[in-house]
């Protein structure tokens, strides 16, 4: 079975020769692939990519027009990806190729379909480490999925689980669980991680926001994916038990206002009272037009998954493959 690896590259310039020259250590005569996709890097990345080429004929090499993204990066070489194995490491040298004949063992011996590289001992500063462990807590919560580091970017893959996964956003963190809830079959194993040699790394805060939107969406996609109506049903039931509680709570605050201020006269009862009434109706008209809103986006993200992706080679600017 041929092992497809596809590394998507941003500006990493110094460690893309050694990271080739270390996956074709590690796969000796094995039948393999290696897909570089340079992802608008403004450095010397192209050239020593297709410098490789010309010296390993199993590299692709490809150029996107812009800097798109982790996500249409990975689509792309999912694309051009033809073995059964697909391999997605990031291009920093922090994946250790060392540990690729070990990520393969649970595919080719275990059965399973997916599986992530957990970074047990992350050689990386305290911000991005603490969220990290917070943020895939929350994804082993939320779906159930007994993963440490959903989000490494170490993977092994079964073509079958990831090609023509419509992947968007910053959507290519949640493949395991997109994966889980189509029936295959994900585990992790523990891989060593080296601290970065060369360069910085690539993100800041802004994808912890980000990362938290596509969980939620996700979270969305993969209980009410198949069934919308239950989540639009359980939003009018909501947005019913809200007025409901307005109402009530009207009546009551009436009676309070009545209670404490019984020495004022009633055009000051009356007063206070058509304040709080006002205020609470301002609350109650700002959650359900949240919540319709909350629920158009969803509405949205599941037109745009059930829509046909578009042809990734828009994105190519140039390409070296086969």
Request: aromatic residues 10%.
């Amino acid at each position: 079975m041929q092992v497809v690896f596809v590394i998507p590259v941003f500006n990493e310039q110094e460690t893309i020769a050694p990271l080739a020259e270390g996956i074709i250590a590690q796969m000796g005569a094995r039948s393999h692939r290696i897909i570089f996709v340079n992802d608008g890097s403004t450095d010397d990345s192209w050239a020593r990519i297709v410098k490789l080429r010309e010296k390993h004929p199993n590299i692709d090499a490809i150029r996107l027009r812009r800097n798109f993204g982790k996500t249409i990066a990975l689509t792309v070489g999912f694309a051009h990806a033809q073995g059964g194995i697909i391999v997605t490491m990031d291009a920093d040298l922090q994946d250790d190729p060392r540990e690729i004949p070990r990520m393969l063992v649970p595919i080719e011996e275990g059965g399973y379909d997916v599986v992530c590289g957990w970074k047990h001992r992350r050689h990386d500063p305290w911000h991005k480490t603490i969220p990290s462990r917070i943020y895939n807590a929350w994804i082993a919560r939320t779906f159930k999925l007994p993963i440490h580091d959903v989000n490494t970017g170490f993977k092994a893959m079964r073509n079958t689980a990831v090609c023509g996964m419509p992947l968007y956003g910053d959507m290519h963190r949640l493949i395991p669980v997109f994966a889980a809830s189509l029936g295959f079959r994900v585990t992790e194993i523990p891989v060593a991680h080296q601290p970065r040699r060369f360069g910085k790394s690539k993100y800041g805060f802004d994808r912890f926001g980000r990362g938290a939107l596509d969980t939620i969406t996700a979270a969305f996609l993969t209980k009410y994916g198949d069934a919308p109506g239950q989540y639009f049903g359980r939003m009018i039931l909501f947005c019913g038990a809200m007025i409901v509680a307005v109402l009530l709570a009207a009546v009551v605050a009436s009676l309070l206002v009545t209670f404490f201020l019984s020495s004022a006269n009633y055009g000051e009862q009356l007063a206070m009272t058509a304040i709080i009434l006002l205020m609470m109706l301002m609350s109650l008209v700002i959650v359900c037009v949240g919540t319709v809103g909350v629920g158009l986006g969803f509405v949205a993200e599941l037109l745009l998954r059930r829509t046909p992706a578009p042809d990734p080679n828009r994105y190519i600017a140039e390409k070296h493959v086969g």
